[in-house]
């Protein structure tokens, strides 16, 4: 693990204002909230800046480097020239022919395989065009119970919207229903159906995602029903077919219409107190009293009545069948009594116990969350295989690399399964057969003394007796995890609003935006698309100003020098390209004395500037300046 200092600005977000795409994102979500209709998105998503943008939150992506049916990778992308990759972007979409889509099947935990259908770059790059316009449109649209594939909701939001439920509004019957197969019998004519109803009413679009969800599938045929998992968009289409179940659980309890407005105060963060309502509804009506939490295809619906969730889990399946043609799968789709059993919920599981009474004399039940038996048997097999593979190598560089490894797993699984109450007992049943084997492998090689060098570690796991060192390098305990609490989302976070964007991340400053623009507005024309793409991310890292002199520049002063000329085999990658001034480029490549003594009369450099000038001039093959 290297020391990183965490990034002002969610790097999407920050993408999105350098190609000044945020304010059309923005007047889309505005809109859409407003319930209005748009006819017109396909020219937005044909716009040069959305083509940009959909390259640049792309080539960042690790599966960005997955080939497709054509064998191509965001390394065959990075080649084209700027102008030349949009214009293909832009006759794809006149008429719209996806590639063939390849097949992969990755194993799942209970042995069988989940098929995966990756597009090939070029088509992943016009779903993420497409996905970039839809998103702001549909996120007006979702429930803020609905987690899965959303921007700035996780997992850990369904667990804390999961706990609500069951601790605090005290429903301790659960309705666990699992989709059979619900990626691949997803109907293609509700989903379009679902779409128009949402406001997106562009015929044009429409047929492109039509003939996108038929893409045929290589050596397998073309579809009729399904999106596949592994299109960048297809995460987006399963959310907007089961935001129609989200909705009509809703219908039937906290969105149901009362005779009397029964609110009479709004929460500083803008929520509605809906206290006397609910207390109306439980009281004055039959209702069923019924929550729902998404993530995904993996929901659970939340009763206080075991008669409410027998009538919800039969009216759940059939709405399902009769709605979205989806089965339930009935083995793994059950009603759970909290106070008795297990509920299972992403890689964790939840029941209620004891603890106490309450002021009424009746028992108190509290959460307790712990990590699901199978995810704790995969950790154990995954750190003891990582092990393994530090027994097996001497090489000092390697050796490094693995234990980095090996703590980012660690540190990984601590940080997703903190939120479990019994976290710490947990990870006690698998701590010692891991450390039985860490001691056995490494035992000749392992101390208990050392430093660790690395910050993060040495603030998370400095005051633990059994962390021990490799080679000097510090190795994670497994059981050193202690609970913290899963927080929601909070209700003012929202990366489509200038408000909620605050939230997230303070305002680009420090950053000439008219010359960030001017820049993105006149890329080099016989550049790459890569050299385009790291000219403006550079430019807003070193805050407009020149490498070498520290001065802030203005539109035509600003220059892109490669550290390793071309000539020498220099690429066009972020790391060996740099921001200087014209002046300080001219300097770079000039041999002439003459031009010397005139461009360094004119910048005046100090010693350390002139270190620093002296050392690009070294890289680039020319002979050192002396002042």
């Not at 909701?153 to 667990?159: P, T």
């Not at 309502?277 to 009281?283: A, D, H």
């Not at 303070?506 to 001017?518: E, P, T």
Request: charged share 30%.
């Amino acid at each position: 693990m290297t020391d990183r200092k965490k990034p002002l600005k969610k790097q999407k977000i920050r993408n999105a204002e350098y190609y000044d795409m945020q304010n059309i994102f923005d007047e889309l979500y505005a809109d859409s909230k407003k319930g209005c209709h748009f006819r017109n998105l396909v020219e937005i998503i044909k716009s040069p800046e959305n083509i940009k943008l959909a390259y640049r939150n792309m080539r960042k992506n690790s599966g960005s480097k997955t080939a497709g049916t054509d064998k191509k990778t965001i390394s065959d992308l990075n080649k084209w020239t700027e102008n030349a990759l949009i214009a293909h972007v832009q006759r794809r979409l006149d008429w719209y022919t996806p590639n063939a889509v390849r097949r992969v099947e990755i194993p799942k935990d209970n042995g069988k395989t989940r098929p995966l259908g990756i597009p090939t770059i070029m088509d992943r790059l016009i779903q993420q065009c497409i996905m970039q316009v839809l998103e702001p449109i549909c996120e007006a649209k979702f429930y803020k119970r609905s987690n899965g594939f959303r921007p700035n909701h996780s997992a850990e939001n369904a667990i804390a919207q999961a706990e609500r439920m069951i601790q605090n509004v005290g429903c301790h019957y659960v309705v666990d229903i699992d989709i059979k197969s619900f990626f691949d019998n997803v109907s293609h004519g509700k989903l379009l159906k679902q779409m128009w109803a949402m406001g997106i009413q562009d015929k044009k679009l429409l047929s492109i995602i039509s003939v996108m969800l038929k893409a045929e599938v290589a050596g397998v045929g073309f579809p009729e029903k399904g999106t596949p998992q592994g299109g960048i968009i297809s995460p987006l289409l399963s959310n907007i077919v089961l935001n129609e179940l989200d909705w009509w659980v809703v219908s039937q309890w906290e969105e149901m219409p009362t005779r009397k407005n029964y609110v009479h105060r709004i929460y500083a963060n803008g929520t509605p107190d809906k206290s006397c309502t609910i207390w109306v509804l439980r009281n004055k009506t039959n209702l069923k009293e019924c929550y729902v939490v998404r993530y995904a295809d993996d929901f659970k619906i939340f009763c206080k009545k075991r008669s409410d969730a027998v009538k919800m889990f039969e009216a759940t399946k059939k709405w399902l069948m009769d709605r979205l043609n989806l089965q339930v799968s009935p083995e793994k789709s059950k009603i759970v009594n909290l106070k008795r059993h297990y509920s299972e919920f992403l890689g964790f599981k939840m029941k209620v116990r004891i603890k106490g009474k309450c002021k009424n004399g009746k028992p108190r039940y509290v959460i307790k969350a712990c990590v699901k038996d199978k995810a704790l048997l995969k950790i154990r097999k995954k750190t003891k295989d990582l092990i393994g593979s530090l027994r097996q190598t001497y090489d000092k560089h390697m050796e490094y690399r693995l234990i980095q490894k090996y703590n980012a797993y660690l540190i990984g699984v601590h940080n997703y399964y903190c939120i479990a109450t019994h976290v710490n007992l947990d990870f006690q049943t698998i701590a010692f057969d891991v450390k039985k084997s860490l001691y056995n492998r490494l035992k000749h090689r392992l101390q208990k003394q050392g430093t660790i060098t690395n910050r993060y570690i040495k603030e998370k796991y400095g005051m633990s007796r059994e962390v021990r060192f490799l080679n000097g390098h510090a190795i994670v305990p497994i059981a050193y995890v202690q609970h913290r609490v899963p927080m929601d989302k909070k209700r003012k976070i929202n990366k489509y609003t200038p408000e909620g964007r605050a939230e997230i991340h303070k305002n680009l400053g420090n950053v000439n935006m008219s010359v960030l623009y001017h820049l993105m507005n006149t890329p080099c024309s016989n550049a790459s698309v890569e050299y385009n793409d790291n000219r403006i991310a550079l430019y807003v890292a070193q805050k407009g100003k020149c490498a070498v002199t520290g001065v802030e520049l203005e539109s035509n002063q600003v220059d892109c020098h490669h550290k390793t000329p071309i000539e020498y085999g220099g690429k066009d990658d972020y790391g060996n390209l740099i921001i200087v001034s014209d002046v300080i480029h001219i300097l770079i490549h000039a041999s002439n004395e003459r031009t010397i003594k005139k461009y360094l009369a004119v910048v005046e450099l100090s010693e350390k500037q002139l270190k620093k000038l002296n050392k690009l001039r070294e890289l680039a093959h020319m002979q050192a300046l002396i002042l």
